[in-house]
C-alpha cells in the first residue's frame, strides 16, 4: 500500500491540565543536571567544557504548568497517523509533537511503551509532562518545556514523492526555532525523523537536543548499544564511567537490574553508527539510529525499587507494566550543550522501527557478540548508508513551504519573526496566530509603549530577551512596565536594578502584589528568610483582597499561598501562616499541596495528632517533583512508622543515621 497521512481522533482517559501558573519563574530551574568537580576530572575537556556552557538561568519567558490534577475522563484528542505496509505511527501535535504509538502491522506489535492514559505529572522543566511514545526534548538539558503543548503542524511533500507531517515550533528557553518532518517511505519499515533546530540570531545560542522512545521494561527486555563503557548519573547526583554491561554485581543493560532510577549514558566510538535498541526476551523490539550528528545515547530507568516503583504506578493508570527510555542526544551526556553559531543550524535524521535478532545471541553473556548481533540485524534491516541517503534526500525539502495545516501552535514565533524579520523558509509563523498574549507586546514593538491591560486581571507573560528588554528601558515607566522590565532585568543576571525597576513600580502600583511578591523572591535569593516571609505574606494579603473569580485568579492563589505558607513555616512565623491558611479558598485547602502544608502547619503548632490525621485521611500532590522527599521527610516528623507505600517516591536510599 502506498504511504498514507490522515486526520484521526484519540481517546483516552485524561487530567485536564488546567491553567499555567502565573507567578514569573523566577527562580533556577528545577532538575538541570549539574557536573560536580569529581566528575569534571573523569571527562575529556570537550564535554566538561560543554557543561558548562548556557546552563539555564531561569524558565523565563516560560511560564510554570502546574494546573493539572490527576482525576480523568475521556477527553478526544487530534492525532495524526502515517501508515504503510510495515508501520503505523500515531502523532500528537496537540502534545508536543509526541509519537504516542508505533505499531508493526505484519505482527501487530507495539514497538513503543504506549501509555493507556493521559497524565501529566511534574517532571518536565516547567512542570507538566506525560509519559510514553517519542517526545522530542529542546531548549535546555531534561524534559523540554513544549511536552504538553501544541506545535504548528501541516502536510508536505516527502523526499520520495508522497507527504510527510511537518511539526514546528518556536523554543523559547533559547528562542530558537525547530522543526520535526516525520514520514514514512513506501517500502520502508522504519519511521523517518528528520530534525533541524535553527540560530536566526547574530549571537550563539546554546542548544541541547534529546530524542527519548519510550520503551517497556519487562523481566527479560534488553537495552543493548555500540559501546563498551558508560557514563552513570544516579541518586549521587555525579558522573561515573562504568563498565557495560555488568558493574557492581548487576547487569545494567536490563532496565530492571537497578535498584534505584538511573541514566546510563553510553560511550560510543567515534567510528561506530549511532544506534540504540531495546529487544525483548525473544530477541524483537524497537532500534533507534541516525545520522552520524545526533551521537548521544541513553538509557534511563526507574529500577526496581519501591521508588521507582511508585512513580511507574503515578504515571499511568493500575494494573499497566512500566517503561525504561532509549534516548539520543547531540551530545554525549544530558549535562552538556552545544553551541550553535549565529546563523547557523543543526539538523541530523532519525529511523525508528522494528528489529529482530537471534535471542541466544542479544541474551548472551558475551557483550561484544550480543552488541555486534543487534548491529548486524540492524545494518541488514537498514543499511546505514540508506540513512544517509535518506538524510540528503530530506535536506532537499526541509524548507519546502507547507500545504494542508493540520494543528496551530503558539504565537510567540510569530511575534519574534514579525519583531525581528527573520526569513525562516519552511516553518512559516504566520501573524494570524497571534494572540491575546501577544497583543501588548505587539503594541509595545509598535508603539514604543507597554499598554495598561483592559481588564484587572494578573500580570500577563513577561519577555525578557535582550531587544525586549531594551524597548522596556525605554518605555514610559508605568507600575506594569516597571514590572516587566523587572523580571527581564532578573533573567539578565542584573539582580539590583530589577530590585530597583519593581520598587519604582511598587510606589504608584494600583495592584502591588505581582511586584511585592518579586521582591519577596528577590530577599529569599539573597539570603534573607525572615524579609522573604514578609514579603510573601503582604503580596498574598494584597492578592486576596483585590481576587475576582476564575481561573487566572484562583491559579494566583494557589501559586502565591502555597510560596507564603512554604516561607512563613521556614521562617516561623506561625500565626502568620495560619491566617494564610485562613485567607485561603475552600476548594484550595483540598489541592494536595495545601494538605501537605496543612499537617506541617498543625504540628508546628503542637497538634501531631492532628497532623498525623490528614496523611492518614490520604492526599495526593499531583505536582509532586522527581525527586522531591517532602512528603518522606513530613512523615518523619510525625512518627516513627514507616512511610506508607503510597507516600513512598523516595529515589535514592535512606540517608546513614
Not at 538509557?299 to 532509549?326: D, S
Not at 516571609?533 to 481576587?547: H, I, M, Y
Not at 494566583?556 to 485561603?584: C, F, I, K, N
Request: net charge negative.
Amino acid at each position: 500500500m502506498a504511504t498514507t497521512v490522515r486526520r484521526a481522533v484519540l481517546t483516552l482517559p485524561a487530567a485536564p491540565t488546567g491553567p499555567e501558573n502565573p507567578l514569573p519563574a523566577l527562580r533556577a530551574p528545577d532538575g538541570v543536571h549539574v557536573l560536580d568537580q569529581r566528575s569534571r576530572q573523569g571527562l575529556p575537556r570537550d564535554r566538561v567544557r560543554q557543561a558548562g556552557y548556557g546552563p539555564p538561568r531561569s524558565l523565563l519567558p516560560v511560564r510554570i504548568a502546574d494546573g493539572y490534577r490527576r482525576e480523568r475522563e475521556e477527553r478526544e484528542f487530534d492525532a495524526v497517523v502515517i501508515e504503510n505496509t510495515h508501520l503505523r505511527a500515531t502523532v500528537l501535535p496537540g502534545l508536543g509533537g509526541r509519537v504516542h504509538s508505533l505499531v508493526h502491522l505484519p505482527t501487530g506489535r507495539e514497538l513503543l511503551y504506549r501509555n493507556p492514559v493521559f497524565q501529566p505529572a511534574n517532571l518536565a522543566l516547567n512542570g507538566a509532562w506525560f509519559s510514553g511514545g517519542i517526545a522530542w526534548n529542546t531548549g535546555a538539558a531534561g524534559h523540554g518545556t513544549l511536552s504538553c503543548a501544541p506545535l504548528h503542524a501541516a502536510l508536505v511533500p516527502a523526499p520520495d514523492g508522497a507527504v510527510m507531517l511537518r511539526m514546528w515550533e518556536w523554543e523559547r528557553l533559547r528562542d530558537l526555532p525547530f522543526q520535526v518532518d516525520l514520514w514514512l517511505p513506501q517500502d520502508s519499515a522504519f519511521l523517518y525523523a528528520g530534525v533541524r533546530v535553527r540560530n536566526p540570531h547574530e549571537r550563539p545560542s546554546p542548544v541541547s537536543w534529546w530524542s527519548h522512545a519510550a520503551v517497556p521494561e519487562e523481566p527479560g527486555r534488553r537495552v543493548l548499544a555500540p559501546a563498551d563503557e558508560a557514563w552513570y548519573f544516579g541518586h549521587e547526583r555525579s558522573l561515573r564511567r562504568i563498565p557495560v554491561p555488568r558493574w557492581e554485581d548487576a547487569d545494567r543493560t536490563y532496565p530492571l537490574g537497578s535498584e534505584y532510577p538511573a541514566e546510563f549514558f553510553y560511550e560510543l566510538p567515534d567510528e561506530a553508527r549511532p544506534w540504540i535498541a531495546s529487544l525483548d526476551a525473544d530477541g524483537h523490539g524497537l532500534a533507534q539510529t541516525s545520522t552520524g550528528a545526533l551521537r548521544g545515547r541513553k538509557l534511563f530507568v526507574w529500577g526496581a525499587g519501591a521508588g521507582g516503583r511508585r512513580w511507574q504506578e503515578w504515571l499511568t493508570a493500575p494494573g499497566n507494566g512500566g517503561y525504561a527510555e532509549i534516548q539520543a542526544g547531540l551530545a554525549r551526556t544530558r549535562l552538556e550543550h552545544v553551541r550553535l553559531e549565529g546563523g547557523a543550524e543543526l539538523s541530523w535524521l532519525e529511523a525508528y522501527g522494528p528489529l529482530s535478532a537471534d535471542p541466544s545471541a542479544v541474551h548472551g553473556e558475551n557483550w561484544p557478540a550480543a552488541r555486534a548481533a543487534a548491529g548486524d540485524a540492524l545494518e541488514a534491516a537498514l543499511p546505514r548508508d540508506r540513512v544517509d541517503a535518506a538524510y540528503e534526500a530530506w535536506r532537499a525539502c526541509a524548507d519546502t513551504e507547507p500545504g494542508e495545516r493540520l494543528a496551530t501552535g503558539s504565537g510567540w514565533g510569530a511575534l519574534e519573526v514579525l519583531c525581528a524579520g527573520h526569513r525562516l523558509p519552511g516553518t512559516p509563523f504566520d501573524e494570524s496566530t497571534l494572540g491575546e498574549e501577544q497583543a501588548p507586546w505587539l503594541e509595545l514593538w509598535r508603539t514604543g509603549v507597554f499598554p495598561a491591560p483592559k481588564r484587572v486581571a494578573p500580570p500577563g507573560p513577561s519577555l525578557v530577551a535582550e531587544h525586549w528588554r531594551d524597548m522596556l528601558e525605554t518605555a514610559p515607566a508605568d507600575p506594569l512596565t516597571e514590572y516587566h522590565l523587572g523580571v527581564a532585568q532578573w533573567h539578565a543576571g542584573d539582580v539590583a536594578q530589577a530590585v530597583r525597576s519593581w520598587e519604582r513600580g511598587l510606589a504608584l502600583a494600583p495592584s502591588r502584589w505581582p511586584l511585592l511578591r518579586c521582591l519577596a523572591v528577590a530577599d529569599a535569593v539573597a539570603g534573607d528568610p525572615a524579609r522573604a516571609a514578609d514579603g510573601f505574606a503582604a503580596a498574598f494579603e494584597d492578592l486576596v483582597a483585590e481576587s475576582r473569580g476564575g481561573d487566572q485568579w484562583t491559579a494566583a492563589e494557589s501559586a502565591l499561598g502555597r510560596e507564603a505558607m512554604t516561607a512563613l513555616l521556614a521562617a516561623g512565623r506561625l500565626p502568620q501562616a495560619r491566617r494564610v491558611w485562613d485567607r485561603l479558598r475552600p476548594a484550595l485547602r483540598e489541592q494536595g499541596r495545601f494538605r501537605l502544608l496543612a499537617a506541617r502547619l498543625l504540628a508546628a503548632e503542637g497538634h501531631v495528632a492532628a497532623a498525623r490525621r490528614v496523611f492518614e485521611d490520604g492526599f495526593e500532590i499531583p505536582d509532586l517533583r522527581e525527586g522531591e522527599e517532602t512528603l518522606a521527610d513530613v512523615w518523619s516528623t510525625l512518627t516513627d512508622h514507616p512511610l506508607p507505600a503510597r507516600y513512598d517516591f523516595r529515589v535514592r536510599p535512606p540517608a546513614a543515621p
